[in-house]
Structures are given as C-alpha cells and as structure tokens.
Nanobody, 126 residues
Framework: QVQLVESGGGSVQAGGSLRLSCAGS????????MGWFRQAPGKEREGVAA????????YYADSVKGRFTISQDNAKNTVYLQMISLKPEDTALYYC???????????????????WGQGTQVTVSS
C-alpha cells in the first residue's frame, strides 16, 4: 500500500521560507513523477511543482516560478519543496502526490496522479 507523508508546513510571515518534505513508501512500481499541489479554502486544487523521477525534469506553476524549488532524493524516496519569498496567497493545504505514466504536458494536473498524501498546512501572514 502506497503511503505519502508530508511534513514541514507551518506559519510564517510574508517573505519567509519553508521546506516541505514528502516521504513515500510501499511502491510496487516506482512512480515516474512526483508533484506538489495546494488547495486554499473555496478554491480548486492546483499544481505547484512536479519532478520526473528519472531524469529530474522539473515543472512549475507560473505563480511560483523563481520562488519554489522541487527536488528529490531517490535513495530515500523523498521529495522536497523549498519555498522562499512566501506570499499570503501561498496559504493553502499542500499535498504531495505520485503518478505513474504521467506525461509532461499534464504534469501539473491533479487528475493525472494516482496516490496522495494527507497534506500539510502552510499559512503565510502579511
């Protein structure tokens, strides 16, 4: 049974930084992509960043480019999201997800992912 466990969320002031971690386990087949998504109250879940596990290609939503960095440690089955220059609009529940057979044009589409974590809250105050 696949499990994804996020950690690292918290409350920071605008301009601050946080680093999220996602530890995966129980894979029968390795995912080809790992993604970070977020959902704010009353809004749809949106893709933030994705990384392809073989090759390491990364993709970002326009709203976070230059501020967020996704990385992975394949030996630990762990994916990270380094967030800097945080803004109040970054406030959301952040989810980690794993996908198999995901193609690059839809790497930030939540519907393409097979497994999800429970989420970790990020709150940015002004």
């Amino acid at each position: 049974q696949v499990q994804l466990v996020e950690s690292g969320g918290g409350s920071v002031q605008a301009g601050g930084s946080l680093r999220l971690s996602c530890a995966g386990s129980g894979y029968t087949y390795s995912p080809n992509v790992m993604g970070w998504f977020r959902q704010a109250p009353g809004k749809e879940r949106e893709g933030v960043a994705a990384i392809f596990t073989f090759g390491g290609s990364t993709y970002y939503a326009d709203s976070v480019k230059g501020r967020f960095t996704i990385s992975q440690d394949n030996a630990k089955n762990t994916v990270y999201l380094q967030m800097i220059s945080l803004k109040p609009e970054d406030t959301a529940l952040y989810y980690c997800a794993a996908g198999r057979g995901v193609f690059t044009p839809v790497a930030l589409e939540p519907g393409e992912y097979n497994y999800w974590g429970q989420g970790t809250q990020v709150t940015v105050s002004s």
